[in-house]
């Protein structure tokens, strides 16, 4: 796989009916090692690893309904009240981050309301801050370490 614009992981992957998979610790099993998954992956420990985000608040690839419609976000960080901290949408790196991306994000968190945006293909990652007064989002350098009064 690519190298990507994070810092080297260590992963744990099998073969599996002649595909490679990569292990998910936050959905504990093995998933089919897309150049998606791949980003995704390495998201996962950005945020476990480097932000110190705790395992249990990090919710990979569920289901969220949006004007009627199932889709699926990539990864959620909660706060310990239960309201989502961090939105992420991963790309795989032949992606090029666009207008449209930013435009999907936005709409899942029109339903989520996270506070802190990430849009990334592994090669490039945008951070955002909402604010809902101004109904804006602000680009950030980086995202916030992980505090416990979050």
Wanted: glycine share 2%.
């Amino acid at each position: 796989m690519q190298k990507l614009n994070f810092n080297n992981y260590t992963f744990r992957f099998k073969n599996s009916e002649n595909k490679v998979a990569i292990f998910d610790e936050i959905r504990k099993k093995f998933i089919i090692l897309t150049p998606e998954e791949w980003v995704r992956q390495h998201v996962v420990r950005f945020l476990l690893e480097e932000k110190k985000y705790p395992k249990s608040h990090v919710n990979v690839e569920k289901i969220v309904k949006i004007n009627g419609l199932n889709k699926r976000y990539d990864i959620v960080v909660f706060k310990p009240d239960g309201s989502i901290f961090l939105l992420v949408e991963c790309k795989a790196p032949a992606v090029t981050i666009s207008q449209n991306t930013f435009d999907q994000i936005a709409r899942y968190n029109m339903s989520l309301n996270a506070i802190y945006m990430m849009v990334t293909n592994g090669l490039n990652h945008y951070f955002c801050q909402m604010d809902y007064e101004q109904e804006k989002y602000f680009f950030l350098q980086d995202l916030p370490e992980y505090t416990t009064n979050q």
